[in-house]
């Protein structure tokens, strides 16, 4: 079974910035790589699949990158409402979702 | 629309055996490529994925509990259930059902059960 990782644990970041955070597979997972959000007491809501595509209703503010064992997830324009932890998961040859990165709002 | 409900006992005790169930709506198990997966989280703590099957029945477990879960469906396709053996307080945590359309990532969630194990 694989690794998968996520930096920073947490971010902090003003209204109308840019938040830009990492996960890292131990091994190639090629583009099946999905990010998901969870906010306080919600459940994890799909935000990106396939790397890049984002999911049905997300906001063009969300964007993700990479290949291979490194993604990007990147928020532009952050919102009040983007408070939130964000999982990254690999699905392929495992199944582990990373830590999770705590985004707050300075 | 595409609706996941877990349901649970609440709370166990250590030793005994979990069982929980997923009812859903808006989809078909029966469609190819679909696939219904268990997923829990500790308070405070990431998601482990714990068990799947699919719409053909194959069945996939996570190495680390394999030995412990039992993961099944009912023949209308409406239900599935999971069942853990075994439980000690670790196991205390939100379970999750998801579904995934096609591939392994996972576009609809239930609201999530919470189980507590504590004598």
């Known amino acids: 079974t694989g690794v998968t990782t996520q930096s920073p644990a947490s971010l902090s970041f003003s209204l109308g910035e840019t938040a830009t955070m990492t996960c890292r597979a131990s091994e190639s997972v090629g583009s099946y790589l999905a990010w998901y959000q969870q906010k306080t007491g919600q459940v994890p809501r799909l935000l990106i699949h396939?790397?890049?595509t984002r999911a049905s209703g997300v906001p063009a503010r969300f964007s993700g990158s990479g290949s291979g064992t490194d993604f990007t997830l990147t928020i532009s324009s952050l919102e009040s409402e983007d408070v939130a932890i964000y999982y990254c998961q690999p699905y392929k040859n495992w199944l582990t979702f990373g830590s999770g990165t705590k985004l707050e709002i300075k | 629309q595409v609706t996941l409900k877990e349901s649970g006992p609440g709370m166990l005790q250590p030793s005994k055996t979990l069982s929980l169930t997923c009812s859903f709506s808006?989809?078909?198990?029966?469609?190819?490529?679909?696939?219904v997966s268990w997923i829990r989280q500790p308070s405070g703590k990431s998601l482990e994925w714990l068990a799947a099957i699919d719409w053909d029945g194959d069945k996939y477990y996570n190495p680390s509990l394999k030995s412990r879960l039992t993961v099944s469906k009912d023949t209308s396709n409406t239900q599935v259930f999971l069942k853990i053996t075994s439980v000690d307080i670790a196991d205390t945590a939100t379970y999750y059902c998801?579904?995934?359309?096609?591939?392994?990532?996972?576009?609809?969630w239930g609201p999530g059960t919470m189980v507590t194990v504590s004598s």
């Open positions: 808006g989809f078909s198990l029966s469609t190819s490529g679909m696939v």
């Open positions: 998801a579904r995934s359309p096609n591939d392994w990532y996972f576009d609809f």
């Open positions: 396939t790397a890049s």
